[in-house]
């Protein structure tokens, strides 16, 4: 799994996966690098999900599972660079009123300003 972090203005984790897939044949290994990668001092997370055209219902666990963790320590959790398809999907599920997406990682990162 291609996963790949870096620091942003704002004290913010950015975290871009690289996946054309999140679902249920790669969706622990992702919990686990998030793990990682989430530490108790990263409270404000980006997920980057440009290049992703598929999430099954394992993998929307796995991204409510991070956002529920990061509202537990009063943290927040932004997704941006959706291709249309991922974007049609939340929608579709309405998971587009549950996560603040955003069109881009400035948008993202500029919105914990």
């Not at 950015?14 to 622990?28: F, G, M």
């Not at 955003?102 to 500029?110: I, L």
Request: net charge neutral.
């Amino acid at each position: 799994m291609e996963i790949s972090s870096q620091s942003a203005d704002h004290d913010a984790l950015v975290i871009a996966l690289r996946e054309a897939h999140l679902d249920a044949s790669n969706v622990r290994e992702f919990k686990e690098a998030l793990q990682r990668l989430v530490t108790p001092a990263a409270s404000r997370v980006v997920l980057d999900l440009d290049g992703v055209k598929f999430i099954d219902s394992a993998g929307l666990g796995a991204l409510i599972a991070c956002l529920r963790q990061l509202d537990g320590r009063r943290g927040a959790l932004r997704l941006c660079c959706l291709t249309p398809t991922v974007q049609a999907l939340l929608a579709l599920m309405r998971m587009d009123r549950v996560f603040l997406i955003h069109p881009d990682r400035q948008d993202a990162v500029a919105a914990f300003a």
